[in-house]
């Protein structure tokens, strides 16, 4: 999901994108005004790279609070597209000039530890008042090395829910309670099946449970997705084929052999991709055709998607539409499954300001910053305190929380995978996946890549 390729450092400022530097050039105005320039004085300027411009404003007051009582460093933010962004960093890695301060995703973190590209922080975290039990059960252990140390500072955590157009579900005879009551199973479906396929409308408003219904023209599909998930299938098929008993691995962090020759994760995945051969969802020709999913349920080309709670305030903001949030569906084992996956802050193993360094992350990882954070209610920030302001304001603007929040209440997250290898997993799983998805391999397949993905971990049986 993530782009890994090396570039050369050579063309870094060349290919970088223009909202990136409008966003720099802007942020270096408002966040260092008060302050002189690098090199004056005493004063240091560290670098902070993130990827999402709808938080910048939340980090910019950050960086401002931050500096008022920091007066002797500057930061200095940087805003990068989600691709744009690991190809950058990746080649300022290999050129050694990263920046001092970047948001790092658990499926990235375990390649720049293993090469001793990020600090451990545990020495410093020690040394600090900071809390650890402060923040939400289990984020800490996903910045935990193979050697014990701590490579990052919890920022947030996010799981999924089934975003849904709620004029279409109304239409369809459904009230909103009915979405949270809905159970699923991969040999008929269940109630969940029942009713994608009646959100499900063909361009002669026949729907895909009704007589006639045609699914080589569908106008309105029940459900959309955007690919095939890959190895991962965070929005796509995850919270199925977790709630269906099946687990990426034998251990998390740090596996040592993945489970994707698991027959519970086939028949789930010949139960989902049985949902496009029914119509019921897009061929993948047409799902990866570049028409963005949050898009398509904006214009009313999907009823429903499964999607990440960092999009529930873009979903809540799509214009004469009204999307609201409900749980993922309650499977086979009796409980509904999301992925819990958090991003956090990492400091580069390179910085010439490592002190200065750790107290920006510290602050980014402090109730002072967390808490502007949740009143921005763009993502749901890690401290625990913080999350329940970010839930209320969240609910302030029509987003029900609870939806992405109960499976913390419940207990049914499961932790990202976090493995130094994941992107050479990746090119296991991807083509596997995307044949699998395009009907041109079955399910049997996932065996053999299996296989291939446990030697690329170093097992061969």
Avoid at 39 to 51: A, F, H, L, N, P
Avoid at 157 to 168: E, H, I, K, R, S
Avoid at 335 to 352: K, P, Q, W
Avoid at 438 to 446: E, V
Wanted: proline share 5%; with cysteine.
């Amino acid at each position: 999901m993530s782009n890994h390729h090396e570039t050369s450092p050579a063309g870094h400022v060349a290919r970088r994108t223009t909202a990136a530097l409008a966003a720099s050039a802007a942020l270096a105005l408002t966040a260092g005004c008060a302050a002189a320039g690098p090199g004056t004085g005493d004063q240091v300027t560290i670098t902070y790279w993130m990827w999402d411009a709808n938080q910048l404003p939340g980090y910019q007051q950050c960086a401002s609070d931050f500096e008022a009582a920091n007066p002797d460093v500057r930061v200095n933010i940087e805003q990068y597209g989600w691709d744009d962004y690991w190809t950058q960093l990746t080649a300022r890695m290999v050129a050694e000039s990263a920046p001092d301060v970047f948001v790092d995703h658990a499926q990235q973190f375990g390649k720049f530890a293993s090469f001793d590209q990020i600090l451990d922080v545990s020495g410093q975290v020690e040394s600090s008042d900071l809390d650890l039990d402060q923040y939400q059960d289990g984020l800490v252990d996903l910045w935990r090395g193979e050697d014990g140390g701590l490579y990052g500072l919890p920022k947030d955590w996010d799981t999924v829910g089934l975003f849904y157009n709620a004029d279409l579900v109304a239409e369809a005879g459904y009230a909103p309670e009915d979405l949270w009551d809905l159970a699923w199973n991969p040999e008929d479906g269940g109630t969940f099946e029942q009713l994608v396929a009646h959100l499900t409308v063909d361009e002669n408003g026949v729907r895909g449970d009704e007589p006639g219904f045609d699914k080589t023209r569908v106008a309105v599909y029940g459900m959309g997705y955007n690919e095939s998930g890959g190895g991962y299938g965070q929005v796509q098929w995850s919270a199925f084929a977790l709630s269906n008993g099946w687990t990426y691995a034998d251990t998390n962090p740090w596996p040592t052999a993945f489970h994707y020759d698991d027959p519970a994760l086939a028949e789930t995945i010949d139960w989902y991709r049985g949902l496009i051969d029914k119509g019921y969802m897009p061929p993948l020709s047409v799902a990866t055709s570049g028409i963005g999913t949050i898009e398509s349920l904006g214009s009313g080309g999907y009823a429903m998607l499964v999607e990440g709670s960092w999009n529930a305030r873009a979903m809540s903001e799509l214009q004469g539409v009204d999307i609201q949030v409900a749980p993922t569906p309650v499977g086979p084992t009796g409980e509904r499954a999301s992925v819990f996956n958090g991003l956090s802050d990492a400091i580069y193993a390179g910085t010439e300001h490592p002190d200065e360094a750790w107290r920006w992350v510290e602050h980014l990882a402090s109730p002072a910053c967390q808490d502007v954070m949740a009143g921005e209610a763009r993502v749901f920030p890690a401290i625990k305190g913080s999350s329940e302001k970010a839930i209320a304001a969240f609910e302030a603007i029509g987003v029900d929380a609870r939806a992405f929040s109960i499976h913390l209440e419940d207990g049914t997250t499961t932790p990202s995978p976090v493995t130094d290898r994941w992107a050479q997993i990746q090119t296991v799983m991807q083509p596997t996946m995307d044949a699998i998805f395009a009907f041109q391999q079955s399910t049997s397949s996932l065996s053999a890549a299996n296989g291939r993905v446990n030697t690329v971990l170093g097992r061969t049986s």
